[in-house]
C-alpha cells in the first residue's frame, strides 16, 4: 500500500515548487469547489494515499499562494522551510499540549519559546504568555487578564461572580483599530458599546490630547488599546506618549501587535516601538510576520498572575504536574496542537539576526512596490511606508470619486486575474484604495518587478471603465 504521508510529502513539493510561475490568488469558483469537493457522505471506507492525491487534485484552483512570494493580499505569509517541516512533526507527533505530563517535550519547548519572544521583542521578562490560534484569541486571552485586574481592583471578582452587577468596563481604542479588538470586547461579555473612539491624527495615530480628555471622563475601569501598528499604512501609536498617560490614569494598556511587534527586532525600526515595553499586555501573530504556519498567535501579559486567574481551570483529575509550566494556566483551550513547536524552530532558523534583516526586507519590497506602482500614469501612492503597508488608488482624470472607487476594485480585479500578483482592496479614509502589504520570507525583487508591470499592464488595459 502507498504511504499517505509519501504522497502528502509528493503534493507539497508540487505546490511549493510551483510557487514563482502558478497564479498567485485562487482562481477556482464556489461552484468550482463544491462540485470537485462535495458530493454525499461516504459510506465505505477509503483508500487514504488515493484519498491524499483526490484532495490535491480537487483543491487546484483553489489554494490562494500566501506560501509564495507574489502574495500582498490581508497580512498573509507562508511557512519558512523549517518551521514548515516542524509543523509536519507536531502533527505526527500530536502531542497534546494542555500539561507539561501529558506531553513534556512540547510543552517544555513552549517554555523555552515563550521566554525567547519575550527576549526578542525585549519586553518585560516577568511576563506570562500563551500560544494562540491567533492574535484575535491573543486579545481574548490578554483582555481577560485585563478585566480580571481591572474588576479584582474594585472588589469584584469576575471569574466568580461573571460580569451582572459589575462595574461597567470601558475600551478606549482608536477607528484605527483592527476589528479583532472589537471581537475581543464581544466574547468577553464587555460588549462592542464598551469601546471608545478616542482621535487620531491623518495618518491614523491616537491624539494624547483626547485620551487624555477621555481618561479625565469619569472613573469607570479602564482599558486603552493601541496599535503596532495599523493594518493600512503601518502608523505606530505614540507609546511613549500614551502608555504614561493611560497608566497614570491607573488604566490597562493593550498593544495590538500582529505583526508590527516585529519592528522591535530590527535596530533600524526599532525607534517606531519605543515606550511600547511600558504596556500591561501585547498580542501578536507568529503566522504573520515570523512566517511560521497557520494557526499560531501569542499573548503576552505583565501581570502573570491576573494573566493565570483569568485562564487557570485547576481540575483535579488534570493532577497539575508542578514540574514544569502547564499550558492550560494560560490558554483559553485545554486540549490543543503544539504550535510553539514551529515557532521554536523559525527562531534558531532565523535567529535574532535573520528576523531583523526579513523585517527590514519586507518593509523595503512593500515601499518599492508602492513607489512603483504609485508613479504609474493612473496611479497614486497615498503613503510612503516606512513598515511593510501601504496603500495606492487608482484615478482616472475627471472622474468623481465615486466613479474612481469603482475603478480601483476593477485595477485591483484585473491584477489578481493576471495572476502575477495578489492585491486586497480595502476602504480608507472613505475611498476604495489597495493595501499592499508585505510579510513573506519568499518575497523577492523580481517579484516586486512582476507586481509593478502588472499593474501598468491592468492600468494600459482600455477596457477596464468605472
Ligand atoms: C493589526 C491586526 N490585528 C489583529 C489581527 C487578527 O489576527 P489573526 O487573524 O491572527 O487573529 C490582524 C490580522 O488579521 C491584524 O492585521
Known amino acids: ?15 511549493l515548487d510551483q510557487l514563482d510561475t502558478a497564479p498567485a490568488g485562487a482562481t477556482a469558483t464556489a461552484a468550482d469547489l463544491r462540485k470537485a469537493l462535495g458530493g454525499p457522505l461516504p459510506e465505505q471506507p477509503g483508500d487514504p494515499a488515493a484519498l491524499i492525491d483526490a484532495l490535491a487534485a480537487n483543491t487546484r484552483g483553489g489554494l490562494n499562494a500566501n506560501t509564495g512570494g507574489r502574495f500582498y493580499g490581508w497580512v498573509m505569509s507562508g511557512g519558512l522551510p523549517g518551521a514548515l517541516a516542524a509543523d509536519w512533526l ?38 506570562s504568555f500563551a500560544f494562540t490560534t491567533g492574535c484575535q484569541l491573543a486579545h481574548v486571552v ?12 474594585r472588589g469584584w471578582d469576575v471569574e466568580m461572580q461573571g460580569l451582572s452587577g459589575a462595574p461597567a468596563i470601558r475600551v478606549l481604542t482608536s477607528q484605527n483599530r483592527h476589528k479583532s479588538i472589537d471581537a475581543a470586547a464581544r466574547y468577553l461579555g464587555l460588549g462592542q458599546n464598551s469601546l471608545v473612539d478616542v482621535e487620531t491624527g491623518p495618518m491614523g495615530d491616537m491624539s494624547a490630547r483626547d485620551l ?6 469619569g472613573a469607570a475601569p479602564t482599558i486603552v488599546c493601541l496599535n503596532a501598528a495599523d493594518l493600512n499604512v503601518g502608523t505606530f501609536d505614540d507609546f511613549s506618549v500614551l502608555i504614561p498617560l493611560a497608566r ?3 488604566a490597562w494598556v493593550h498593544v ?5 511587534l516585529f519592528a522591535r527586532v530590527s535596530p533600524k525600526l526599532r525607534a517606531m516601538t519605543d515606550g511600547i515595553d511600558g504596556a500591561d499586555s501585547w498580542a501578536t501573530d507568529g503566522h504573520k510576520w515570523l512566517n511560521v504556519p497557520y494557526d499560531c498567535g501569542i499573548a503576552l501579559v505583565r501581570d502573570a498572575d491576573a494573566h493565570r486567574a483569568a485562564m487557570s481551570m485547576g481540575a483535579a483529575y488534570l493532577s497539575p504536574s508542578g514540574e514544569a509550566r502547564d499550558p492550560n494556566d494560560w490558554n483559553l483551550e485545554l486540549s490543543r496542537r503544539a504550535r510553539a513547536i514551529p515557532v521554536y524552530v523559525a527562531l534558531q532558523e532565523l535567529g535574532r539576526e535573520g528576523v531583523a534583516e526579513l523585517v527590514e526586507r519586507c518593509c523595503r519590497h512593500c515601499r518599492a512596490i508602492v513607489e512603483g506602482i504609485g508613479a504609474l500614469p493612473g496611479a497614486r501612492a ?21 466613479e474612481n472607487d ?19 482592496g480595502t476602504t480608507w479614509n472613505g475611498r476604495r484604495v489597495m493595501r499592499v502589504s508585505v510579510v513573506s520570507w519568499r518575497t523577492n525583487k523580481a517579484d516586486v518587478a512582476r507586481a509593478i508591470a502588472a499593474a501598468a499592464a491592468a492600468l494600459g488595459t482600455s477596457n477596464i471603465r468605472p
Open 212 to 217: 487624555e480628555r477621555r481618561l479625565a471622563e
Open 142 to 153: 490578554c483582555l481577560s487578564a485585563a478585566r480580571h485586574r481591572m474588576l479584582a481592583a
Open 382 to 402: 497615498l503613503n510612503t511606508p516606512s513598515l511593510n503597508q501601504g496603500l495606492v488608488r487608482f484615478e482616472e482624470p475627471g472622474r468623481s470619486d465615486t
Open 256 to 260: 495590538d501587535g500582529a505583526f508590527g
Open 90 to 127: 507536531v502533527s505526527a507527533w500530536d502531542q497534546n499540549v494542555g500539561l507539561y505530563s501529558v506531553a513534556p517535550a512540547a510543552a517544555m519547548i513552549e517554555d523555552i519559546t515563550g521566554a525567547w519572544l519575550k527576549e526578542l521583542f525585549d519586553l518585560p521578562r516577568e511576563s
Open 406 to 424: 469603482r475603478f480601483t476594485d476593477a485595477v485591483i480585479a484585473r491584477i489578481n486575474a493576471s495572476g502575477e500578483a495578489f492585491f486586497s
Open 248 to 250: 497614570r490614569a491607573g
Open 1 to 15: 500500500m502507498t504511504d499517505p504521508l509519501d504522497r502528502a510529502i509528493a503534493h507539497a513539493r508540487v505546490w
